[in-house]
């Protein structure tokens, strides 16, 4: 089993900056990819993010040049900093990991990040 622990969510106005992190542990032999998705109530859950273990990145086209994704293999953690904030990036952010032995995907439990004035 593989337990994912998020953090760094929270309110921030626009313009601003947050970090989020996302640690992963249990019966892990290495973690090919690693992403982060968000959700608003009423939406599908869509990528934001996402980086392979070689360190190749991809953006959705909405954040493209103000999120960046980066990876601590050693640590077996993902952290995604969000600059330049729009109250438009309000959303669940869920962490998505998929390791090996597997492969298997497993979610993050969500953090709330709101961009409001």
């Known amino acids: 089993q593989v337990q994912l622990v998020e953090s760094g969510g929270g309110l921030v106005q626009p313009g601003g900056s947050l970090r989020l992190s996302c640690a992963a542990s249990g019966r892990i032999f290495s973690i090919p990819v690693m992403g982060w998705y968000r959700q608003v109530p009423g939406k599908q859950r869509e990528l934001v993010a996402q980086?392979?273990?070689?360190?190749?990145?991809n953006y959705a086209d909405s954040v493209a040049g103000r999120f960046t994704i980066s990876r601590d293999n050693a640590k077996k953690t993902v952290f995604l900093q969000m600059n330049s904030l729009k109250p438009e990036d309000t959303a669940v952010y869920y962490c998505?990991?998929?390791?090996?032995?597997?492969?298997?995907?497993?979610w993050g439990q969500g953090t709330q990040v709101t961009v409001s004035s």
């Open positions: 998505n990991v998929r390791v090996l032995p597997g492969p298997k995907e497993y």
């Open positions: 980086i392979i273990s070689g360190g190749t990145s």
